[in-house]
């Protein structure tokens, strides 16, 4: 018989990809049969089939992990409705609150083949999906299938949440693993806080720590994010972003501060060629100038000599900062660099052989 489990998060960009990713590549190197989708579609900007007369909704995050652990095609399960704001302004006029027939075609779908692992990505948080029927307690319900949560630890306060979940799924719920723990946290997460949730009924699986890398921007990302004006380096914009300065101090202070951050992309007024110069000269990943002016020869020169590129944006300093720090943490798991990552991630903190004990799921399968 197939197997199917829902991975879920209590709040949205909690980890649920990288754990889909770790769990999925021990499964198929323990020789499973792994099947991967979502329900619910939440982006399909990327999706264009590369196999002709598949007309099925693909989400691009299920096109990226099928893709990375080289799954066939039939092994990424097409979602069965898009959360948008045209499809919930429809269902609300509609007053279509279920997912009706589609929802038994998915689960027609996930139970026509035998000694299959089928792994499903629920919506990003307890009640996103409710529109749709498709909410991760009405998934676990209506599929008869357990749940393994990602949840964004911060501190003891972040317990409400799994409280919550439990409330709602009941025994569905298998377990949790705690995700961007702060790393010099993880000791006393595991010696004093896990004992104490597990008491609570809530099983551990795994306490991950926080990770720059998985929470980093593409500088292409940053470009479409902020309608920045690429001036060189246009070839480079696959550079990973993991933390922001703002150059609006002296020079020698600013080439104090540069030293001490890693992959920067540096915000700075176009007028501000000695601190632009000075990032250059740091760990910059891309410069982005603000406010009017265009930057000096010398400048884009130095910029091409180092391969950094260069932004220009129609935007002030603060409202670009804004937007760049909203994008930390709020893009999804779509480079290689990050699934090699997530990887590693998942087998050294996470208790895969407990996990999949908990979801009635066997070690190994020997061919």
């Given at each position: 018989m197939?197997?199917?489990?829902?991975?879920g998060?209590c709040?949205p960009f909690?980890g649920k990809?990288?754990?889909v990713?770790g769990?999925?590549?021990?499964?198929?190197?323990?020789?499973?049969?792994?099947r991967?989708?979502k329900?619910?579609?939440t982006s399909?900007?990327?999706n264009?089939s590369k196999v002709e007369?598949?007309q099925?909704?693909?989400d691009d995050?299920v096109r990226?992990?099928?893709e990375?652990?080289?799954l066939?095609i039939?092994?990424?399960?097409?979602?069965?409705?898009?959360?948008?704001?045209?499809?919930?302004?429809?269902?609300i006029?509609?007053n279509?609150?279920?997912?009706?027939?589609?929802?038994?075609?998915?689960?027609s779908?996930i139970?026509?083949?035998?000694?299959?692992i089928?792994?499903?990505?629920?919506a990003?948080s307890?009640?996103e999906?409710?529109?749709?029927?498709?909410s991760l307690?009405q998934?676990?319900?209506?599929l008869?299938a357990?749940?393994l949560?990602?949840h964004?630890w911060?501190?003891?306060?972040?317990?409400?949440?799994?409280?919550?979940a439990?409330?709602q799924?009941?025994?569905r719920?298998?377990?949790?693993?705690?995700?961007?723990v702060?790393p010099?946290?993880?000791?006393?997460?595991?010696d004093?806080?896990v004992?104490?949730?597990?008491?609570?009924g809530?099983?551990v699986f795994?306490v991950?720590?926080?990770?720059?890398?998985l929470r980093?921007?593409?500088?292409?990302e940053?470009?479409?994010r902020l309608d920045?004006?690429?001036?060189?380096?246009?070839?480079?914009?696959?550079?990973?972003?993991?933390?922001?300065?703002?150059g609006a101090?002296s020079?020698n202070?600013a080439?104090?501060?540069?030293?001490?951050?890693r992959?920067?992309?540096?915000?700075?007024g176009?007028?501000?060629t000695?601190?632009q110069?000075?990032?250059?000269e740091?760990s910059?990943?891309?410069?982005?100038l603000?406010?009017?002016g265009?930057?000096?020869p010398?400048l884009i020169n130095?910029?091409?000599?180092l391969e950094v590129?260069?932004?220009?944006?129609?935007?002030?300093t603060?409202?670009?900062?804004?937007?760049?720090?909203?994008?930390?943490?709020?893009v999804r798991?779509?480079e290689t660099v990050?699934?090699?990552?997530?990887?590693?991630?998942?087998q050294e903190?996470?208790?895969?052989?407990?996990?999949?004990?908990?979801?009635?799921?066997?070690s190994s399968?020997?061919?």
């Amino acid at each position: 018989m197939s197997k199917t489990f829902l991975i879920g998060s209590c709040e949205p960009f909690s980890g649920k990809s990288a754990l889909v990713l770790g769990i999925a590549r021990n499964l198929i190197s323990s020789n499973h049969r792994v099947r991967f989708g979502k329900p619910l579609a939440t982006s399909l900007e990327l999706n264009s089939s590369k196999v002709e007369d598949i007309q099925d909704m693909i989400d691009d995050d299920v096109r990226f992990v099928g893709e990375t652990l080289e799954l066939p095609i039939h092994s990424m399960i097409p979602s069965i409705e898009f959360l948008g704001a045209s499809t919930a302004s429809e269902r609300i006029k509609k007053n279509i609150l279920d997912a009706g027939i589609k929802f038994e075609q998915l689960k027609s779908s996930i139970n026509s083949s035998d000694n299959v692992i089928n792994i499903l990505e629920a919506a990003g948080s307890l009640h996103e999906g409710l529109l749709y029927g498709l909410s991760l307690r009405q998934l676990a319900k209506g599929l008869n299938a357990n749940v393994l949560l990602a949840h964004f630890w911060q501190d003891c306060r972040s317990v409400e949440a799994l409280l919550q979940a439990k409330n709602q799924l009941g025994d569905r719920l298998s377990g949790v693993v705690l995700n961007a723990v702060n790393p010099d946290q993880i000791k006393h997460i595991k010696d004093n806080v896990v004992p104490s949730l597990e008491l609570l009924g809530l099983n551990v699986f795994g306490v991950m720590p926080r990770s720059p890398l998985l929470r980093s921007v593409t500088v292409e990302e940053l470009v479409r994010r902020l309608d920045a004006r690429v001036i060189c380096c246009a070839e480079r914009l696959e550079l990973m972003v993991e933390t922001l300065s703002i150059g609006a101090m002296s020079v020698n202070s600013a080439m104090e501060f540069f030293r001490r951050r890693r992959n920067m992309a540096v915000v700075t007024g176009a007028d501000r060629t000695d601190i632009q110069l000075a990032a250059l000269e740091a760990s910059t990943q891309c410069l982005i100038l603000t406010g009017a002016g265009e930057p000096l020869p010398q400048l884009i020169n130095r910029s091409e000599e180092l391969e950094v590129p260069l932004l220009k944006v129609d935007r002030d300093t603060l409202s670009t900062v804004e937007v760049i720090e909203q994008a930390f943490g709020h893009v999804r798991l779509h480079e290689t660099v990050k699934a090699t990552y997530a990887f590693r991630l998942v087998q050294e903190h996470c208790d895969l052989d407990r996990i999949f004990k908990s979801l009635g799921i066997s070690s190994s399968v020997h061919e």
